[in-house]
């Protein structure tokens, strides 16, 4: 693939692709009719009298369902909106639920830093239903005996376990993807992507059932945003409790064979993972934690490699300059050595990462009263982290609408403006457990398929996400792959 370098009206126009995670659009009725809500300007709770807090400040705009259609609507923009006009602290009682919104780096530090222990998790207001007991909804001591058993998965021995069935899995199944048509490349990923789930965390084929699975995990994902949190017949909310029904009566009858396996998947490792005192899971545990090990596995690596496709289609420079570094490697398996020596193609996906991040925000809970940069915060709201706005603060990032990876060179390293500016794993206590396998399956997707083919996306198409617990694609992402040599 041959390519110019970008002219000064191209690089504007690639400047504008991502306006619209940067400014709320006009562009249709509903667009318009949202920005016709009017201000309703609220005061969360006045301070203690001689503590000199500030007090917290928002728009409640709709009755009831606050700024959240907003949000279904605008993403990442409505966060930012709300940032330049009350700062970095602001409320709103979306769907009910009082809820303060944090943005910025210096915000965010205050909350994930957690030393006064004033911020539990608060995740069980969205996902309780549907992941109950997850780790994300485990805190303080619970949530570190937990975690500690589960980093037994999580050796380099078991990686290097892992990674064999990974490049193994990725390389077959997308040397066998339709070139020369249309393809729904997100809903193909993430079939890909599951099929891994199954053999590497499972050591099970969910060929027969992938359809079924992949159903019930999309509708308990999508779940904890809906507006009407009611079984109601063809409502999200039943979808959803039906979706775990699914999940969890295919996880408990795999449950016997994987307490008496010896294998090295993960679920054989949760259920022989123990303490030095002899303490293990139990069933109900080691299933909760499958069922959502599974959706933050599969999930957030489905999104990240179509958001890195995606801009290497609309950036040709850049899929050439991947691809090189590619192809400059031996033939042959992957291994984990070669595969982190990659340096352009993880530049491009932090840089995607930091647009487009899998998991937009961190939810905590004020188990008492504290304080955020000077201004005070009750004890039972909820505390919404918006990470994925602090990746787009002018404050941080040279020219944060452009896409550039080389923001992320050792010369830049843009994400080192502040410590908490880049957080696409989250942050603290609750940092993504297995963030270094995600990034390592997010660039064998990607190797296997820079080896295998070329594309392009059309100068005029701009990708219309959906903001819901976790952004995608709502065209499903078409493109046509073309068949190298």
Same mark, same amino acid.
């Given at each position: 693939?041959?390519?110019? &370098?970008?002219?000064?009206?191209?690089?504007?126009?690639?400047?504008?692709? @991502?306006?619209?995670?940067?400014?709320?659009?006009?562009?249709?009725? !509903?667009?318009?009719?949202? *920005?016709?809500?009017?201000?309703?300007?609220?005061?969360?709770?006045?301070?203690?009298?001689?503590?000199?807090? *500030?007090?917290?400040?928002?728009?409640?705009?709709?009755?009831?369902?606050? %700024?959240?259609?907003?949000? =279904?609507?605008?993403?990442?923009?409505?966060?930012?909106?709300?940032?330049?006009?009350?700062?970095?602290?602001?409320?709103?009682?979306?769907?009910? @639920?009082?809820?303060?919104?944090?943005?910025?780096?210096?915000?965010?530090?205050?909350?994930?830093? %957690?030393?006064?222990?004033?911020?539990?998790?608060?995740?069980?207001?969205?996902?309780?239903?549907?992941?109950?007991?997850?780790? /994300?909804?485990?805190?303080?001591?619970?949530?570190?005996?937990?975690?500690?058993?589960?980093?037994?998965?999580?050796?380099?021995?078991?990686?290097?376990?892992?990674?064999?069935?990974?490049?193994?899995?990725?390389?077959?199944?997308?040397?066998?993807?339709?070139?020369?048509?249309?393809?729904?490349?997100?809903?193909?990923?993430?079939? =890909?992507? /599951?099929?891994?789930?199954?053999?590497?965390?499972?050591?099970?084929?969910?060929?027969?059932? *992938?359809?079924? /699975? %992949?159903?019930?995990?999309?509708?308990?994902?999508?779940?904890?945003?809906?507006?009407?949190?009611?079984?109601?017949?063809?409502?999200?909310?039943?979808?959803?409790?039906?979706?775990?029904?699914?999940?969890?009566?295919?996880?408990?009858?795999? /449950?016997?064979?994987?307490?008496?396996?010896?294998?090295?998947?993960?679920?054989?490792?949760?259920?022989?993972?123990?303490?030095?005192?002899?303490?293990?899971?139990?069933?109900?545990? #080691? #299933?909760?934690?499958?069922?959502?090990?599974?959706?933050?596995?599969?999930?957030?690596?489905?999104?990240?490699?179509?958001?890195?496709?995606?801009?290497?289609?609309?950036?040709?420079?850049? &899929?050439?300059?991947?691809?090189?570094?590619?192809?400059?490697?031996?033939?042959?398996?992957?291994?984990?050595?070669? !595969?982190?020596? !990659?340096?352009? !193609?993880?530049?491009?996906?932090?840089?995607?990462?930091?647009?487009?991040?899998?998991?937009?925000?961190?939810?905590?809970?004020?188990?008492?009263?504290?304080?955020?940069?000077?201004?005070?915060?009750?004890?039972?709201?909820?505390?919404?982290?918006? %990470?994925?706005? @602090?990746?787009?603060?002018?404050?941080?990032?040279?020219?944060?609408?452009?896409?550039?990876?080389?923001?992320?060179?050792?010369?830049?390293?843009?994400?080192?403006?502040?410590?908490?500016?880049?957080?696409?794993?989250?942050?603290?206590?609750?940092?993504?457990?297995?963030?270094?396998?995600?990034?390592?399956?997010?660039?064998?997707?990607?190797?296997?398929?820079?080896? @295998?083919?070329?594309?392009?996306?059309?100068?005029?198409?701009?990708?219309?996400?959906?903001?819901?617990?976790?952004?995608?694609?709502?065209?499903?992402?078409?493109?046509?792959?073309?068949?190298?040599?």
């Amino acid at each position: 693939m041959v390519t110019a &370098q970008p002219t000064p009206d191209s690089a504007r126009r690639l400047a504008r692709e @991502n306006r619209r995670f940067f400014e709320i659009p006009s562009s249709t009725l !509903l667009d318009r009719l949202l *920005r016709l809500v009017p201000e309703r300007i609220k005061v969360l709770a006045e301070p203690p009298p001689g503590s000199a807090l *500030r007090p917290v400040v928002g728009d409640m705009a709709l009755p009831f369902v606050g %700024n959240g259609l907003a949000f =279904l609507r605008w993403g990442p923009a409505l966060q930012l909106d709300l940032y330049r006009r009350f700062g970095p602290v602001s409320w709103c009682k979306p769907l009910g @639920n009082t809820t303060v919104f944090v943005t910025g780096p210096e915000a965010t530090q205050v909350v994930v830093s %957690n030393k006064d222990k004033a911020f539990g998790q608060g995740w069980d207001y969205y996902i309780e239903r549907f992941f109950p007991r997850g780790l /994300l909804l485990l805190q303080f001591d619970e949530h570190m005996f937990h975690r500690r058993l589960m980093q037994h998965a999580f050796t380099r021995d078991r990686l290097d376990w892992y990674f064999a069935e990974l490049t193994t899995l990725a390389d077959t199944a997308i040397a066998r993807w339709p070139a020369e048509k249309e393809l729904q490349l997100y809903p193909t990923i993430k079939s =890909l992507t /599951l099929e891994i789930a199954g053999e590497i965390f499972m050591a099970a084929d969910v060929g027969p059932e *992938r359809d079924r /699975l %992949n159903d019930a995990f999309v509708a308990c994902t999508r779940a904890p945003l809906s507006v009407i949190r009611f079984p109601i017949p063809g409502g999200h909310w039943r979808a959803g409790i039906k979706g775990r029904k699914v999940l969890e009566e295919y996880f408990y009858r795999m /449950l016997p064979s994987k307490r008496e396996s010896v294998d090295g998947d993960f679920f054989s490792a949760l259920c022989h993972a123990e303490t030095e005192d002899g303490e293990r899971f139990s069933d109900e545990d #080691v #299933v909760d934690h499958m069922i959502f090990l599974i959706m933050a596995a599969h999930d957030t690596s489905t999104i990240t490699a179509t958001t890195v496709a995606y801009y290497l289609g609309k950036h040709p420079e850049w &899929q050439d300059r991947v691809r090189a570094e590619v192809l400059a490697r031996p033939d042959g398996p992957l291994d984990i050595t070669a !595969l982190e020596q !990659l340096k352009t !193609l993880e530049m491009v996906i932090k840089e995607c990462l930091r647009l487009v991040a899998p998991v937009p925000g961190l939810v905590r809970k004020t188990v008492k009263d504290t304080e955020i940069l000077g201004q005070y915060i009750p004890a039972g709201v909820t505390v919404a982290v918006d %990470n994925w706005v @602090n990746h787009l603060l002018p404050e941080y990032w040279t020219e944060p609408e452009q896409f550039d990876p080389d923001r992320f060179s050792d010369e830049r390293r843009e994400d080192k403006s502040h410590r908490y500016a880049w957080v696409p794993f989250g942050a603290g206590a609750h940092k993504c457990i297995g963030m270094h396998f995600g990034m390592l399956e997010v660039k064998t997707i990607l190797d296997a398929m820079l080896r @295998n083919y070329e594309w392009t996306i059309p100068a005029d198409y701009e990708m219309p996400w959906s903001y819901s617990s976790m952004p995608f694609p709502r065209d499903g992402a078409p493109v046509v792959l073309h068949r190298r040599g």
